[in-house]
């Protein structure tokens, strides 16, 4: 998979140094990791859609603080499509249609993600039942001007980060 948004290359590395942090319950957001609300409210660190809000604001990209309206920034593409950056949805609960979880996409085969509390954020596969689809943020930055489609590295970006206090490296292809 080759990297065709430099907004989403930008997006994965930032969720990518993110790897290690605690989930908490309404936590994060553009400026980075923060206290959550409610049963997060004393965990400094993300929520699933914390964590994409934050992502790809490093990109220069406002997509939203929760998880539908992240489902609604951008335009939805097949699963086979998918390149890094985009962002994956889950419908978790029958009970209530619509999204209640969001990944962004390393690759083909894996998203990172602030999976749910205990947790931290890490990278898992991408394919689950719950899938629900796939959205590609818009392709305008906040300041207004229209995202280029190069790759920043013209092509595989590799990407480290520390985790629990070990070095890591995620290969993205």
Not at 4 to 19: D, L, N, P, T
Not at 65 to 72: F, H
Request: charged content about 15%; some cysteine; hydrophobic content about 40%.
């Amino acid at each position: 998979m080759a990297w065709r948004s430099a907004g989403g290359a930008i997006a994965v590395r930032a969720a990518i140094e993110m790897i290690g942090v605690p989930y908490s319950w309404g936590g994060g957001g553009v400026n980075g990791p923060g206290f959550g609300t409610g049963r997060g409210a004393k965990t400094w660190g993300f929520d699933c859609s914390g964590l994409a809000e934050y992502a790809w604001a490093r990109a220069g990209v406002s997509i939203g603080s929760t998880t539908r309206e992240q489902w609604r920034s951008g335009i939805r593409i097949p699963k086979e499509q998918a390149e890094p950056g985009d962002l994956v949805f889950f419908d978790n609960d029958s009970h209530s249609p619509g999204p209640e979880h969001v990944g962004i996409v390393v690759d083909a085969t894996r998203m990172v993600h602030a999976p749910y509390t205990g947790q931290s954020v890490r990278v898992d596969p991408l394919g689950r039942r719950t899938l629900l689809g796939v959205v590609r943020p818009s392709t305008t930055w906040m300041n207004g001007h229209v995202r280029g489609s190069a790759a920043p590295d013209g092509g595989h970006a590799p990407s480290s980060a520390a985790v629990n206090g070990h070095a890591a490296q995620v290969v993205l292809q």
